[in-house]
T-cell receptor, first 113, second 115 residues
Framework: GENVEQHPSTLSVQEGDSAVIKCTYS??????FPWYKQELGKGPQLIID?????GEKKDQRIAVTLNKTAKHFSLHITETQPEDSAVYFC????????????FGAGTRLFVKA | GAVVSQHPSRVICKSGTSVKIECRSL??????MFWYRQFPKKSLMLMAT?????????EQGVEKDKFLINHASLTLSTLTVTSAHPEDSSFYIC???????????FGQGTRLTVV
């Protein structure tokens, strides 16, 4: 089955700096890669996603890149703000896995004011 | 985006009792819903896939008699933790998709504490 690895587990940045979180996946048939933000005591909230037919997608301060050949995808947050502090999860899914969403281990992002 | 509502948000129960958690898709129909369990500071672990009108598909290591899933309608799936024990204490989260290969929307989670 699919396995998603995520790094780093913890990331601390200064307000205004950029943050990058990287993930790799194992199943070459996976074709949908969402990123979720989870705040304490709440369910994950989708912040951006990318499909395998696209290499990059951007939404304001958030961008995601995908390298299908290397099976890598990354989240980039620019001009970080304290309210960006949360746990971020990458995930992968595809039809061979029954469209189950498999999550990475998560990255705890701290943005220092 | 679509809204998934989960209820209750918190529940405390005594050992040996059963607890039911509801997951509703409020503005769309979901033939498939997913149930996850999350331990503190850990990732989401998929427990089972809930299919409307048929039996749930459980992940390896998840006891189907312990975690009963019922997906009786296109907008409601329930997870019942039977004969709960303290080790069942956890954060349980459901998700649903409009169609299978689209984004998944998550409920707000249920914090279960078994005392």
């Amino acid at each position: 089955g699919e396995n998603v690895e995520q790094h780093p587990s913890t990331l601390s940045v200064q307000e205004g700096d950029s943050a990058v979180i990287k993930c790799t996946y194992s199943d070459s048939a996976s074709n949908y890669f969402p990123w979720y933000k989870q705040e304490l005591g709440k369910g994950p909230q989708l912040i951006i996603d990318i499909r395998s037919n696209v290499g990059e997608k951007k939404d304001q301060r958030i961008a995601v890149t995908l390298n299908k050949t290397a099976k890598h995808f990354s989240l980039h947050i620019t001009e970080t703000q304290p309210e960006d502090s949360a746990v971020y999860f990458c995930a992968a899914s595809g039809n061979t896995g029954g469209f189950k969403t498999i999550f990475g281990a998560g990255t705890r992002l701290f943005v220092k004011a | 985006g679509a809204v998934v509502s989960q209820h209750p948000s918190r529940v405390i129960c005594k050992s040996g009792t059963s607890v039911k958690i509801e997951c509703r898709s409020l503005d769309f129909q979901a033939t498939t819903m997913f149930w996850y369990r999350q331990f503190p500071k850990k990732s989401l672990m998929l427990m089972a896939t809930s299919n409307e009108g048929s039996k749930a598909t459980y992940e390896q290591g998840v006891e189907k008699d312990k975690f009963l899933i019922n997906h009786a309608s296109l907008t409601l799936s329930t997870l019942t933790v039977t004969s709960a024990h303290p080790e069942d204490s956890s954060f349980y989260i459901c998700s649903a998709r409009v169609t299978l290969n689209t984004e998944a929307f998550f409920g707000q989670g249920t914090r279960l504490t078994v005392v």
